[in-house]
Every structure is written in structure tokens, then in C-alpha cells.
DNA sequence: TTTATTGTAATCGTTCCGGTTACAATGTCA
DNA sequence: TGACATTGTAACCGGAACGATTACAATAAA
């Protein structure tokens, strides 16, 4: 049970974006040509993005262009943008017996491990921001 | 996108043999009623526990005992007994396009920081223990 | 031998993905 | 204005993973 690829897809997205909004024409299907996806793929991943602030999109003519500035995007804020996990991160078995000792209390006793777990993968993503990886990739280039 | 129902499955049917089993024989029947879930659920998910060694398993008398001490099963032992996460979290859009700069660069740039954010997930697992949850558990009834 | 239970295969329906086709709407440019 | 490239979006597909369920042989105890 993995996390939708549509976290590095928006990241791998994203990098195309701020590293060459000036140089090229950002079409949906020049970034599928570099993603390696369907171009409808980048389309839906493009208004997750614009919805949230992050690119401005420009119909017709086409094109993506970044909306706001790269340090301040977040890994975590992509990751919510493009609706990797909803709520928990954890599948909790519903409804418990109500009349057994445990199946009354095991959300109670589970829930705050499971919620801290999670937490602390996304604090991690919230870490890192959109400047960091295009850094990161600038050395590489 | 969610962790399959296992893990706390798993978890509730540990605390259910480890309270009960000096007082209750600890069927699949038995435990499925607590847990809610069908019993052939229950008998793969002690399948995986007994596996892990865990549990024992008595076939034809039926019923299961625990064979390892609750403060020496953590959380993360037993999200990786049941299979709940293989490998990498992350799923990552195979195939970037090596003749772009930043789909050849796509995978070294990411993979350590979302490897980072999945380690931190886990160690928070790491740090709860089944006998944690016994206490607790106790404390509520 | 009867009975309860485990072990396990097989099948089903659901949900979520990403892939793909299709096409109206939009904006650019000759 | 008309041709063209592109976006926005609906629709449908096939595959994968789950948990539910049925079925039944194997096992062990009474």
C-alpha cells in the first residue's frame, strides 16, 4: 500500500517549472514528455497546483508559470495540494465490538500512536521546501 | 490513499490474546467478534503473527497464545509482520526522462528526503510497544 | 467417531490509480 | 476572421489491492 505517485509528479512538475518558465513554453505536453506520463495526467496535476497557489496556468495560449515563490512551497504543502492522503494516514478497522473490553477501548489506546507516527513523516516533508530540491538540482546540472 | 486495516487489526487481536489468553480460548471466531471482521481475516492476520513468532497457534484444538514477550513486540514489528508498507511509501512515476536535466536528476534529488520523512514515520512506531498498549488498555478497563 | 477449529484456495465486489480518448472552450497569430 | 495549439474536463478502461465470503480438507480433542 504505497502513496500516490502524484506527490512526485507535482514535485517533478514544480522543479520544470521554476527552473524553466523562462526559457520554454511549459505546455502540459512538454512536461508529460519529461514526467513520462499522460499529458491529461499533467493537466489534472496543474489545477491541483493552481488551485493552490502554486503556478498559474494559461489557457489557450498555454503554459504553467509559478505563482509563488519556490522557498516557500513546502513538500508537505504539495503533498496536500495534491491530495496524497485524506485524513489518516492509517486504515482503523470499523466498528469494534462496543460490548469487549478491547474492541471499547482500542481506538482510544491506538489512535494518538498512529496520529504521532504520521505526524512525524509529515513534519518531515514540511521540512524541505521547493528552493531546497531546486538547489539540490542545480548542483546537479 | 491509506495503510491497510491490517496493522490495527493485528494490534487489536495481540492485546485481545495477551489480556484473555489464561481465561479465554482465543479462536479466530472469538477474536473476529471483537475486531468485527470476518474470521478467515483473523486466521490470515495470525498466520502472518505466528510467522513473526509472535503467537502460536493450536490447529484443530484451536486457539492462540502468545509466544513473545509485549514489551519486546513494537508497533513497527508488527506493520512489518503483516506487510502493511513494501518498501519505499512513496510511489514514484517509473521511467523520467533521462535526456531532461531534471528528469535525470528527479530521483537523487527526492528519494533521500522522502525516505527521511518515511524513517521518522516508522521510528515513531518504534517507540510503542505492545505491552505500552497493554498498560494503557488496562488503565481504561 | 463426532465435533470444533485451523489452514488455505478461490471468487467477488469495491475502491483507487493512472492511461487514454474525445471534444468543447480558450487564446494566439497569420 | 479563420486556422491552430492548448487547456479543461468528462468518460471509460484495465489493473492492483483489499476485505468479505464460501468451501472444504486437515487436525486435534472429547
Given at each position: 500500500m504505497k502513496i500516490t505517485s502524484r506527490l512526485t509528479v507535482a514535485v517533478h512538475t514544480l522543479?520544470?517549472?521554476s527552473a524553466f518558465e523562462d526559457r520554454?513554453?511549459?505546455t502540459s505536453d512538454f512536461i508529460a514528455s519529461?514526467?513520462?506520463v499522460n499529458p491529461v495526467v499533467i493537466r489534472r496535476t496543474l489545477q491541483k497546483l493552481k488551485a493552490a497557489?502554486?503556478?498559474?496556468?494559461r489557457p489557450g495560449s498555454g503554459g504553467a508559470v509559478m505563482a509563488k515563490d519556490a522557498?516557500?512551497?513546502t513538500l508537505y504543502d504539495i503533498y496536500t495540494a495534491v491530495d496524497c492522503v485524506e485524513g489518516s494516514l492509517f486504515n482503523f478497522h470499523e466498528?469494534?465490538?462496543?460490548d469487549c473490553p478491547v474492541g471499547r477501548n482500542i481506538h482510544s489506546v491506538l489512535d494518538g500512536h498512529l496520529h504521532t507516527a504520521q505526524t512525524a513523516m509529515e513534519n518531515e516533508l514540511k521540512s524541505v521546501t521547493l528552493?531546497?530540491?531546486a538547489r539540490q538540482l542545480n548542483e546537479k546540472i
Open positions: 522543479l520544470l517549472v520554454y513554453k511549459l519529461s514526467v513520462n497557489g502554486f503556478v498559474n496556468i522557498d516557500e512551497i466498528n469494534p465490538n462496543p528552493g531546497d530540491l
